[in-house]
Structure formats: C-alpha cells, structure tokens
C-alpha cells in the first residue's frame, strides 16, 4: 500500500508539471516581409497563445526603440486560447534595425496579479528608394495643358487696359503736382521682432486646441524657418530639415539653440509627414521652443557711440550746474 501511494504521489507531481507550464502564456510577433523601405508603414502581427481565462493590455508607448508607432488595434481572442493584435511602426533612419519585443501585462480574474509576457524580437532591414543615376531625371506626368476660355480672354484684355489707364492717369497726377517732399522712412523691424510677433499671434489662434495639429505645427515651424533666413541670411523655408541645421553650424550665435531647433523641426515632419500625434505637453513644449530660439539668438541692439557720448555729455552738463 505504502509504494502504490508513493507512485501514484509522483505521477500526479510529474502530471503537474505541465499544467503549470500551460498557465504561462508565449507571444510571437512576425512581419510580412523583413525588407521595407524608409517611412513605410510596417505592419507588426501579434499572436499570444494562452488558456482562455486571461485578459492583456499592451504595454506599448509612441515609441518602440527606433520605430514610431502608427496605430494599433486592441487585444482581440480569436479564439478560446489565442488572442491577436496589430501595430503599425515606421523608422525613418535606413539601416538593419531591431523591433525591440512588443510587451503586454496580463491578469488571470480573479486574480488581480499583473504579469509580463513579450514577443520575440525582429531584424528587419530598412532601404532607401533605389535611383538608376544613368538616367536623366523628368517629371513624372508631363504638364497639363488648360485651355483658355473666350470669357478669360476677354477678362485679361479688360484687365490690362483698366490698368493702362490707371498708370496713365497716375502719372498725370505726378504732374500736377510739386514734388513731394521726402519722407521719413522707419528702419525695418529686426527679424527677432518680426518673429516674436507672429508666435505671439500664433499663440492667439490656439490652433493644436481646436485639433488642427498639423497647420499647427507646419506655421511654428515656418515662423521659425523665416526668423533663420531674416536673422542668419541664409535659405530655409525650401531647404530639409537637416540642411537648415547643417547651415546653423556655421554660425556662433545659433550653437546654443541647435538641440531646440532640431527638435522643433524634427517634431514638426514627423507631424507633417508621418501622421505622428504628439501629446500635449509636446504641443506646448513646441511654441516654448520657438520663443526661446528667438530670444537666445536675437541681435542685442546697442546705442551708437555719438549718441551714447551726447547723452554722457548732457549728464555732464546736469551735474556741473
């Protein structure tokens, strides 16, 4: 009696241990392919085997490593014991890069324990758009011909004899009169003014609260590519984000403002171009960059030396009497 309850001890034991080890669940995550190409969206599946009674919430942010994330479903059971889900990722670097593994916290009710199960990694391989240089480069629709309406016709005619007119009689009027005298031309504002200007009315507008983040940020990021051309004199508005920043290299005076140009900028494409969705706080983050690039990098005006020696004189003059 005493061996037949120790064996049917142990095989109960060794029947266990599989049971334990069902309770555990395993995630895999796959791609369709392992090559895409920069700024493609990458969808990333997402199986969980599991027993059936377990529920998991992703533990994923904005980010994932290099990759930023897109969009994503929730955590669906596809079955009693598999549950799926998608995200859409993209990279925006060229390269072989890693999917760090996609992680999710799981309960077992009623059991409020949280756990952590993760999905394998992945290496996928990140190209740029291949380009033949044997060939020339063309347009890839040749340019639409419009036709010219009888009535267009008839407008622009009318157009420019309306203006014939209006230069002749001005410059009648010129005769007529004496030649004025000249007139006091104020200098034109400095750039950080102009720009200070316009972020103060961007900030008015409050366009990121009524949800049009992207004319949000496409505005802060053209304010402050303008205050770059006004205050440093070169071209930016038509030039890439790294371009713009490679040409602040070459002036002192932007060195201490490199980190919030390049984030600001970069913040912005990914806005415009890749559909990010920043949070809050980076939308308020973004114009308090703006500001401070302004102000850190505007040109200090001081008075002129004979101004500044007339008014010591007029001191002078007040503390003699």
């Known amino acids: 009696m005493m061996r037949t309850g120790v064996v049917l001890a142990v095989l109960m034991g060794l029947a266990a241990v599989p049971s334990v080890n069902a309770q555990q669940p395993s995630a895999r995550a796959w791609t369709d392919s392992s090559s895409f190409l920069v700024g493609d969206p990458i969808t990333v599946r997402v199986e969980i085997a599991h027993h059936g009674t377990l529920r998991f919430a992703p533990l994923v942010g904005d980010t994932l ?24 990722v ?6 072989t890069v890693i999917l760090p593994p996609l992680r999710f916290a799981y309960t ?30 063309k347009d890839i629709k040749p340019p639409l011909s419009i036709p010219v309406t009888v009535a267009e016709i008839s407008l622009i005619i009318g157009t420019l004899v309306g203006l014939t007119l209006l230069i002749y009689a001005f ?17 034109p504002k400095p750039a950080h003014v102009i720009a200070l200007e316009e972020l103060a009315l961007l900030k008015m507008k409050r366009l990121w609260q009524q949800g049009l983040i992207k004319l949000y940020y496409t505005e802060v990021s053209e304010i402050v590519r303008r205050y770059f051309e006004n ?21 002192a005076a932007a060195h201490p ?26 939308n308020e983050e973004t114009l308090a960059l703006a500001f401070e690039i302004v102000d850190r990098t505007r040109v200090i005006e001081r008075p002129a030396p004979e101004a500044h020696a007339i008014e010591q004189g007029e001191a002078s003059e007040v503390v003699h009497v």
């Open 65 to 88: 490593g290099a990759f930023h994330i897109l969009a994503r479903t929730p955590v669906r059971s596809s079955s009693t014991t598999t549950a799926t889900a998608e995200f859409t």
């Open 90 to 95: 993209a990279v925006y670097d060229s390269g």
């Open 108 to 137: 077992e009710p009623p059991d409020s324990t949280q756990r952590i199960v993760a999905t394998n990694p992945l290496i996928l391989t990140i190209r740029l758009v291949d380009v033949d240089t044997t060939k020339d480069i």
């Open 171 to 187: 410059m009648q009027l010129r005769k007529r009169k004496r030649q004025p005298e000249e007139q006091y031309q104020p200098p």
């Open 231 to 251: 205050r440093f004199g070169f071209l930016s508005l038509e030039k890439t984000t790294d371009e713009t920043l490679q040409d602040l290299q070459y002036f």
């Open 257 to 282: 403002v490199l980190p919030q140009a390049e984030t600001l900028l970069r913040r912005a494409d990914l806005v415009k171009f890749a559909k990010y969705q920043p949070t809050i706080a980076e």
